[in-house]
Structure formats: C-alpha cells, structure tokens
C-alpha cells in the first residue's frame, strides 16, 4: 500500500538557522498536506498541496510539491523557538490521510 | 470553544476490560475520523464516517474496534477487550465534504496495564 517516508527524524537547530523537512511517497498522491504538533499537542493544519511543482508560503514556511507528486518539502527559514514541534506530511489516499512518521524539531536559544 | 473535542482526555484500564471515547466533532463538519498514535509516529487512520454512515475502516482495524456515529454529530469508539498494545493515543478529527484539511481534537490517551 501507500507509503510516506520523512526524512530527517530528529533536526536540532539554532535559533536563526534554516530548516528543511523532505517527504516522500512510493506512490503519485493527488494531494499532499502538512501538519505541525506541538510538545504534548494535537496536528495542526498547515497547508495543503494539490498542483504538479506548486509553491506555497506562510511567512517563513515554504512548501513545495514535486512535479511528479510523489514528494514534498517543508522549508522554514531563520527558525525560532516558537517554531518546536514535530512536522508530519500526509498524503490523500482515497478520501483517507497517510501520515509520514513526522520530523522532530528541536531550536536551541 | 468550537474545536473538535474529545473525551476522557486519559483513560487507564486494566487488560481485558473495555473502554469506550467520545468525539465530538466541529458542529457543521460531515466527515470525522480516528485515527491512533503511538510514540514517535504519525496518526494511522483506523475509520471514518461521512455523516452517519462508516465508509472506511482500516484492515489493521481488529473486530475488537468498533466505531458509531448515530445521529451524524458525535462519534464514539470502543475496543473490547483491551490489551498492551492498544495503548496510544486515539484522535479524532473532522472536515468538511471537499475541504482537505482535518481539525483535530486533544485526543484520548489510553494505557493498558
């Protein structure tokens, strides 16, 4: 069945510095949304990426779709500590989410 | 508050016994979902209801899972007989018909002793 990978697992970070998150599917995904979870928190929404190659922006988040929509990346630029958590891309199966196994990141002060 | 909740947001029971959670979705959403968490991994979808209707359930799902949504608003799972390994977070979240996001609740943390 479908699967999504996340690499990397764990990304300890100074405050400042940028940090990427890559995601990929063994297989094409019609969609793909991005998630965040915070220390003892539920998944947020963040985002959601439908077109072959789209770019999106939220500030200092930067989401790309693959042109063959089969991976992803979550790009945040200059992090701060507000930025902690874990970020989970899924992909749309059916009418159903696969989650990725997230990225932790940590931002040292 | 208007968010997805869900309750007992704990929930400890000894092995064999069984435990029953609520969703209760936001109000105007038709779809809601469970999904289950364990440590250090994604949320992996067990079942979902378009209004009262469960139109997909996990092939992890054992029959000891089982899932309502009678009137289309709220939702309960129960797991029978529970055991170790069903100890995780269970989580609901719900949507609109055509909308992709998902709002998700606190969740329910279950440990099995």
């Known amino acids: 069945g479908q699967q999504v990978m996340q690499i990397p697992q764990y990304q300890h970070v100074q405050e400042g510095e940028d940090f990427t998150t890559y995601c990929n599917s063994s297989?094409?995904?019609?969609?793909i949304q991005w998630y965040k979870q915070r220390p003892g928190g539920h998944p947020v929404f963040l985002i959601q990426l439908v077109k072959s190659g789209e770019v999106k922006k939220q500030k200092r988040l930067t989401f790309q779709f693959g042109e063959a929509k089969k991976n992803s990346s979550l790009h945040i630029t200059a992090t701060q500590t507000t930025d902690v958590g874990t970020y989970f891309c899924?992909?749309?199966?059916?009418?159903?989410?696969?989650f990725g196994a997230g990225t932790i990141l940590r931002v040292k002060s | 508050d208007t968010g997805v909740s869900q309750d007992p947001r704990h929930k400890i029971t000894k092995r064999g016994q069984n435990v029953t959670f609520r969703c209760d979705p936001i109000s105007e959403h038709n779809r809601l979902y469970w999904y289950r968490q364990t440590l250090g991994q994604g949320p992996e979808f067990l079942t979902y209801f378009q209004n009262e209707a469960q139109l997909e359930k996990s092939r992890l799902l054992s029959d000891r899972f089982s899932a309502e949504r009678p009137k289309g608003s709220f939702s309960t799972l129960e797991i029978q007989r529970t055991e170790q390994g069903d100890s995780a977070m269970y989580l609901c979240?719900?949507?609109?018909?055509?909308?992709?996001?998902?709002?998700f609740g606190p969740g329910t943390r279950l440990t099995v002793t």
């Open positions: 899924a992909g749309r199966r059916g009418n159903k989410l696969v």
């Open positions: 297989t094409t995904l019609s969609n």
């Open positions: 979240a719900s949507s609109l018909v055509g909308k992709g996001s998902q709002y």
